[in-house]
């Protein structure tokens, strides 16, 4: 089974740029397409970017579309969430997300345990 640990959260102003990395355990993160939720207070899970097991396909939430950029290095067994011009609203808990079968848009077999992203204004 694998396990997903998320780092690279943390207090950024409005307008600048944070990274989020994934790195898998368990098991070779080749095998699995991956993804990113976010979680903000009160409000449910939103998707916000999603990659095939090669990354060769990427799909993105409306509200992320041109800032956020999701990338993989399946020889580090780590998936990468770049995010530019961040807005206040993009405060969330942000989980990486692995699906044995298909992208994880609506949901995933496997979540991490989240790395909070605060965006002052």
């Known amino acids: 089974q694998v396990q997903l640990v998320e780092s690279g959260g943390g207090l950024v102003q409005a307008g600048g740029s944070l990274r989020l990395s994934c790195v898998a355990s368990?098991?070779?993160?080749?095998?699995?397409?991956v993804g990113w939720f976010r979680q903000a207070p009160g409000k449910e899970h939103e998707f916000v970017a999603g990659?095939?097991?090669?990354?060769?396909?990427?799909f993105y939430g409306d509200t992320v579309k041109g800032r956020f950029t999701i990338s993989r290095d399946n020889a580090k067994n780590t998936v990468y969430l770049q995010m530019n011009s961040l807005k206040p609203e993009d405060t969330a808990v942000y989980y990486c997300?692995?699906?044995?079968?298909?992208?994880?848009?609506?949901?995933?077999?496997?979540w991490g345990q989240g790395t909070q992203v605060t965006v002052s204004s």
């Open positions: 368990g098991d070779t993160l080749s095998r699995f397409a």
């Open positions: 990659c095939t097991r090669s990354g060769g396909k990427v």
């Open positions: 997300v692995a699906d044995e079968n298909m992208v994880p848009i609506r949901t995933g077999d496997y």
